[in-house]
T-cell receptor, first 112, second 117 residues
Framework: GDSVTQMEGPVTLSEEAFLTINCTYTATGYPSLFWYVQYPGEGLQLLLKATKADDKGSNKGFEATYRKETTSFHLEKGSVQVSDSAVYFCALRLTGTYKYIFGTGTRLKVLA | GAGVSQSPRYKVAKRGQDVALRCDPISGHVSLFWYQQALGQGPEFLTYFQNEAQLDKSGLPSDRFFAERPEGSVSTLKIQRTQQEDSAVYLC???????????????FGPGTRLTVL
């Protein structure tokens, strides 16, 4: 079935370090891909998205490229800040549907 | 403007009790979704409303769960005879549905954390 697999956390980094959170997917159709972020005590917020192969989503210094050949959508940021500490969820949505399929989430801790 | 709000934020129930969880979507949003997020897991789809019509309830785990949205705005998720396995965070999301229809971005509330003892 359709699924999303992302790296387990927590990921602990020092401020200004480079971040990569891996995400791969399995889908029977041609999905749109998303990264959501959940700050403590808040709801999920859309961070970025990509709707077709080779699209790059970007927001707040974060980037992810839709790689169809490797079925991946890895999240990257060149220099993390303490305020980036949160849980990050990779998700897919099949074309023509409204249901999201989420990964299990990756907790990021950034130390000053 | 106000986002999606949910109440209560925390609920502790004894096994066998009934609970009701409320969701206030963003004003004017047509679609409303409920998700269940177990500890250490990602959210999983429960049910979907378009206005007051419940168009998809395929994710509801048992007949103890039901949801309503009688006036096409506020929604309530009710769980009868709660069990320990119902312990989770219940998330509500809404979307506007203009142009792109139901496939527009979903805006999530902060969730209700339900603990069943």
């Amino acid at each position: 079935g359709d699924s999303v697999t992302q790296m387990e956390g927590p990921v602990t980094l020092s401020e200004e370090a480079f971040l990569t959170i891996n995400c791969t997917y399995t889908a029977t159709g041609y999905p749109s891909l998303f990264w959501y972020v959940q700050y403590p005590g808040e709801g999920l917020q859309l961070l970025l998205k990509a709707t077709k192969a080779d699209d790059k989503g970007s927001n707040k210094g974060f980037e992810a490229t839709y790689r169809k050949e490797t079925t991946s959508f890895h999240l990257e940021k060149g220099s993390v800040q303490v305020s980036d500490s949160a849980v990050y969820f990779c998700a897919l949505r099949l074309t023509g549907t409204y249901k999201y399929i989420f990964g299990t989430g990756t907790r990021l801790k950034v130390l000053a | 403007g106000a986002g999606v709000s949910q109440s209560p934020r925390y609920k502790v129930a004894k096994r066998g009790q009934d609970v009701a969880l409320r969701c206030d979507p963003i004003s004017g949003h047509v679609s409303l979704f409920w998700y269940q997020q177990a500890l250490g897991q990602g959210p999983e789809f429960l049910t979907y409303f378009q206005n007051e019509a419940q168009l998809d309830k395929s994710g509801l785990p048992s007949d103890r769960f039901f949801a309503e949205r009688p006036e096409g705005s506020v929604s309530t998720l009710k769980i009868q005879r709660t069990q320990q396995e119902d312990s989770a965070v219940y998330l509500c999301a809404s979307s506007l549905d203009s142009g792109g229809g139901v496939y527009n971005e979903q805006f999530f509330g902060p969730g209700t954390r339900l603990t069943v003892l």
